[in-house]
């Protein structure tokens, strides 16, 4: 029977009350094709045991993460049975002072599972594990102990995606995600994990791969996620500036232009420059760093120094002086030149 096929009379069962066909269906289809989303969500509907119905819809969030149905049941059925299962805290008083018993019972539960991988029950530790891991799947240190001991490639691959899920910065899951090499049917979820480690040209990389899988679900996913992660890798490529290098460069070329005015109003001569206007410069660039930092860095710290002196009270009156620091030299430039050509007299009769 076609995995379609399978799907669609395990659906038809489900919806005529025979739930227990339809869940030993349901399974035997995402053993074959574990990234089958729906079908996930309708085991998640099936299965009577809480732990299972969690399980079920990690793996249908995982395949779509996405979905915000998923999502929210995800989080009320997490938080009805965190509720069930929790233990209340053990207190007890030794000399008169009351205090909390810190050793949960879920540390001593990890405790005993890790002496076994210690011990080299490696079967029973998985095992055992598994067990854990589905009453408490936040779990980081248990998903990690679990991509450490994986019996295959599909088991790391899925401890991997719930590891990074819960910490994207884990210091060695790049490692050992870097010495995998996946099968065809396993691009996609190769895409999400670097996705999930902001690798963005890997995941892109990836992606396209699984827009050729043999899955039809896979490409799906593929073809989804893969225009969101290029978004994604050309933000990454673009470069910031400093606040402080793009206020020097918007104030430097009027600055060097209003150099240069004056350099031609001396003739081209520096030396005979008028002092007058060599400080006009210096005003000049003061006003244009003090404008470009109110427009485009107007929370630059030494701004806000400014701003909390007495004074320089606010944004306004700082405005007012740059513009002033500005068009004065500006104005006596404009004055020297005029008095330069009212002084110059150009004798049209000599030969």
């Known amino acids: 029977m076609e995995q379609s096929e399978l799907f669609q009379t395990a ?3 489900a919806k005529a ?4 066909q339809a869940q030993e269906m349901l399974l035997k289809l995402v053993e074959k094709e574990p990234n089958h989303e729906l079908a996930w969500l309708w085991l998640s509907q099936l299965v009577a045991d809480p732990e299972d119905k969690i399980i ?3 793996n249908a969030l995982t395949i779509n993460p996405q979905r915000r149905q998923t999502q929210t049941r995800l989080h009320q059925l997490r938080q009805k049975y965190t509720a069930a299962n929790q233990l209340p805290n053990q207190q007890f008083s030794t000399n008169g002072a009351s205090h909390i018993h810190s050793f949960t019972s879920e540390e001593a539960r990890f405790t005993e599972i890790s002496q076994l991988f210690a011990a080299g029950d490696i079967a029973g530790g998985r095992q055992q594990l598994a067990s ?3 009453r408490y799947s936040d779990h980081e240190a248990g998903w990690w102990l679990m991509v450490q001991h994986a019996d295959s490639q599909t088991n790391l691959l899925i401890g991997l995606d719930h590891l990074l899920r819960l910490n994207s910065t884990h210091p060695e899951a790049p490692k050992m995600l870097g010495g995998i090499k996946p099968t065809r049917e396993e691009f996609l979820q190769m895409g999400r994990l670097y996705e999930r480690l902001e690798r963005w040209e890997t995941a892109v990389t990836y992606y396209k791969r699984a827009l050729k899988s043999p899955s039809n679900a896979d490409r799906l996913l593929a073809q989804k996620r893969l225009p969101l992660v290029q978004e994604q890798l050309k933000l990454a490529k673009i470069k910031f500036t400093s606040p402080t290098a793009t206020v020097l460069r918007l104030a430097a070329g009027p600055t060097i232009l209003y150099a240069m005015l004056v350099l031609i109003q001396a003739g081209l001569k520096p030396t005979q420059a008028s002092p007058m206007l060599c400080l006009g410069n210096l005003a000049f660039l003061g006003g244009m760093l003090l404008f470009s930092g109110l427009t485009y860095a107007p929370e630059h710290p030494w701004l806000q120094q400014l701003r909390e002196s007495a004074v320089f009270p606010n944004n306004t009156f700082l ?3 740059s513009l002033m620091l500005i068009l004065l030299p ?6 020297l030149a005029v008095t330069r050509l009212l002084n110059f007299q150009l004798d049209l009769t000599s030969p």
């Open 11 to 13: 659906v038809q069962k």
């Open 330 to 335: 500006i104005l006596l430039l404009i004055l």
């Open 17 to 20: 009350g025979e739930r227990d």
């Open 56 to 58: 079920a819809l990690e």
């Open 319 to 321: 405005r007012l002086i």
């Open 132 to 134: 854990f891991l589905r």
